[in-house]
């Protein structure tokens, strides 16, 4: 066999494993939409009140917030603080701290 027709055979295996390979991942896309479609929700807002003590119209008003600012669909299923309140003696040592290793003039 010569080689040109060893390489178009080859070329087209090729080229029928990637439309076989095309096909499927385009079935597993489906089947993933068609489950999500049907899947219930589970019930994530009574966990987050109970941790974050917010009530159901809070987190609704982050939701909707978040919707408008990333103008698409958006699901809050968990709220958490980036830092916690501090107290104004705490601020007030760190302060003082930082400010006893400034170099003096």
Not at 37 to 44: A, M
Not at 70 to 88: D, F, I, M, Q
Request: proline share 4%; hydrophobic share 50%; aromatic share 10%.
């Amino acid at each position: 066999m010569p080689i040109e027709k060893t390489i178009q055979l080859a070329a087209f295996a090729y080229l029928i494993a990637a439309i076989i390979s095309f096909f499927v991942a385009l079935l597993i896309k489906g089947i993933y939409v068609v489950i999500n479609f049907f899947r219930k929700e589970d019930k994530e807002a009574p966990q987050a009140e109970a941790l974050t003590g917010l009530t159901p119209e809070v987190i609704a008003a982050i939701t909707a917030a978040a919707t408008l600012a990333l103008k698409k669909h958006v699901r809050v299923g968990r709220v958490r603080y980036w830092a916690t309140p501090e107290s104004a003696w705490s601020r007030h040592g760190r302060v003082s701290i930082m400010t006893s290793h400034q170099v003096k003039r």
